[in-house]
């Protein structure tokens, strides 16, 4: 075990010959997750999207037990032809674990979120998770007490400024769990939420990238109206993931509790940040959230003095 790895006191089932699917494995979390796993005993399926990202991950584990899957979640027929293939590997056995990690993020002012966007933001994050969630359920019943997992995030519980389309998938996401859970319980199928905090991965760079980019599709004068605040907050939010205490490892020791306990949680919070941002949003006002965040869109300090409006 290393020495960063989050403890979880419950009594945990054999991973060996058991097979999990993890979504969205190239890179991030999800690939630390495969990793960690698979060192663990699992037989893992990394879901990647290029042949070329499957090739690597499988070459990087050193226990050999990760099989490349190409899957788009956003492509009915990619998902289908996946759950054919896993069917196959699995056999009767069946698929002990999903892990619906597979997401983007979509950071920009909502005036400036065109339907597209908001879109493709829903289809990778919640529309492809259920997707991949319908295919690969009979092969989860195949086994005894499947487990499905959804990673979601601390948006999920408290939405921000400026990433109103990544909270609005996150917070849906985190209802369809909640409705899954309960409707798959009768089935012996239990359902767990896994919730990082800000951590550093290299989902961060195309943040950015994404959102300058929405900003410069904007008509003129509404990116105006925004772009001080926004860049000042990007950058703002990238160094704080930068400075973030909890790691990779920490969300993938939450995944592997919550697919070997004997009763595990329906959510695992991971980072100071989410477990003292789900506490506030339980018992504050909504008035008083409203203030905490305001600064957010009125502090202006990239490339001009900082003035409020």
Not at 120 to 137: F, S
Not at 251 to 257: E, Q, R, W
Request: net charge positive.
């Amino acid at each position: 075990m290393r020495s960063n790895d989050i403890v979880f006191t419950n009594k945990s089932l054999p991973p060996q010959g058991k097979y999990v699917l993890i979504t969205g494995a190239s890179s991030g979390l999800g690939r630390e997750t495969a990793l960690y796993l698979a060192e663990r005993g699992f037989q893992v399926i990394g879901s990647v999207r290029r042949q070329e990202d499957g090739e690597k991950l499988s070459a990087d584990c050193r226990v050999g037990r990760i099989v490349p899957l190409i899957i788009d979640v956003t492509d009915d027929r990619s998902i289908t032809a996946a759950a054919a293939q896993v069917s196959t590997t699995v056999g009767e056995r069946g698929l002990w674990g999903l892990v619906n990690n597979a997401g983007i993020c979509i950071s920009a002012p909502l005036e400036c979120v065109s339907s597209e966007l908001l879109r493709h933001q829903l289809e990778v994050n919640l529309i492809g998770q259920l997707a991949v969630t319908r295919a690969m359920l009979p092969l989860l019943r195949r086994s005894n007490a499947a487990r499905l997992v959804n990673v979601t995030s601390g948006l999920g519980t408290v939405a921000i400024p400026y990433l109103g389309a990544y909270s609005a998938a996150q917070f849906a996401k985190e209802g369809l769990s909640d409705a899954l859970r309960r409707e798959l319980a009768p089935m012996g199928i239990k359902v767990s939420v896994v919730s990082p905090g800000a951590i550093w991965t290299p989902i961060w760079s195309k943040i950015a990238a994404e959102g300058e980019k929405a900003i410069s599709l904007a008509a003129d004068d509404v990116a105006e109206l925004y772009r001080g605040t926004y860049l000042n907050f990007l950058q703002a939010n990238e160094q704080g993931a930068r400075n973030s205490r909890t790691t990779p490892v920490e969300v993938a020791s939450a995944i592997y509790s919550a697919i070997t306990s004997a009763k595990p949680k329906t959510r695992y919070r991971v980072g100071a940040d989410i477990r003292r941002g789900a506490i506030l949003a339980r018992w504050l006002p909504d008035a008083v959230l409203d203030r905490m965040f305001r600064p957010i869109v009125t502090s202006v300090s990239v490339g001009k003095e900082e003035q409020h409006v």
